[in-house]
Nanobody, 121 residues
Framework: QVQLVESGGGSVQAGGSLRLSCAAS??????MGWFRQAPGKEREGVASINMDRITTYADSSKGRFTISRDIAKNTVYLQMNSLKPEDTAMYYCAAGNTYYCPWDESSYRSWGQGTQVTVSS
């Protein structure tokens, strides 16, 4: 079982930036993803990256967010720029072992506790 610990959340004004980190312990997962859940909404995929650094982005994050991973440190990052109030959510890191990273949450075996991101207008 992989344990995931997110950090880097906080409160920023619209247009600002945050960098989320997700440190994984245990074995290295093929696929790492970031998901988010806003109040009253379903959890949705944000970005994912696999062991070969193939990345996938949701339409809402394309051009503003960048996912990366340091395999040696077993850590994945989410650089978020040009943040908008609608980006306000709890952000979760997830790990799975499929080669291509789907948005299907059932493909991810391990989840972190989440880190809150709040963007004010």
């Amino acid at each position: 079982q992989v344990q995931l610990v997110e950090s880097g959340g906080g409160s920023v004004q619209a247009g600002g930036s945050l960098r989320l980190s997700c440190a994984a312990s245990g074995f290295t997962s093929y696929c790492m993803g970031w998901f988010r859940q806003a109040p009253g909404k379903e959890r949705e995929g944000v970005a994912s990256i696999n062991m070969d650094r193939i990345t996938t982005y949701a339409d809402s994050s394309k051009g503003r967010f960048t996912i990366s991973r340091d395999i040696a440190k077993n850590t994945v990052y989410l650089q978020m720029n040009s943040l908008k109030p609608e980006d306000t959510a709890m952000y979760y890191c997830a790990a799975g072992n499929t080669y291509y990273c789907p948005w299907d949450e059932s493909s991810y075996r391990s989840w972190g506790q989440g880190t809150q991101v709040t963007v004010s207008s």
